[in-house]
């Protein structure tokens, strides 16, 4: 469990919560490593956010569909590739979202459709780390231009 967080200048935080049920960074670390090898097995990932209104505008049935595909499907493993993102929380798609992300790193002028998800691990406790890439710097092999997010809810 930790029981504060280090901000910039030394500053602490006590938050008045268990934050996760390891005693420390190290443990969790080695809980991680400790899974063992990794096993690809094909599977199938629908769009499982919310649909906005420009969804809804083009398949009305949209969120009735997605309430039946998520009691159809296993949640699969901890970590997929490619796809669709994982809804979290209803936070919305990371996918959508790297076109709006501010970084001075990178020209943003892109729409959200020139983007994928590259990979995502649901394994960190209270949370998913998406990384997502435009479609142009995957065909490219432009791997220092993807995006790192995590949604998360200690």
Known sequence: MFTSVRLSRGS?????????DYHSPGDLDAELRGIGD????????????????????????AE????????????????????????????????AGSA?????DHDRDSHPDDWVL????????GGIVFWTIRRQDLAE????????????NP
Not at 100 to 104: I, K, N, T, V
Not at 118 to 125: I, N, R, T
């Open 38 to 61: 990794l096993r690809l097995v094909p599977g199938v990932s629908l769009p499982s956010t919310p649909p906005d209104d420009e969804m809804l505008d083009r398949h009305p049935h």
């Open 141 to 152: 092999r432009r791997f220092d231009r993807v995006e790192v997010q995590m949604h998360a």
């Open 64 to 95: 009735t569909l997605r309430d039946v595909w998520s009691d159809q499907t296993d949640d699969g493993g901890d970590w997929q590739l490619g796809g669709h993102a994982a809804n979290f929380d209803d936070y919305g798609d990371p996918v």
């Open 12 to 20: 602490k935080v006590v938050p008045d919560y268990v934050i996760y």
């Open 118 to 125: 590259l990979a995502q691990w649901c394994g960190f406790p």
């Open 100 to 104: 709006h992300l501010e970084d001075d």
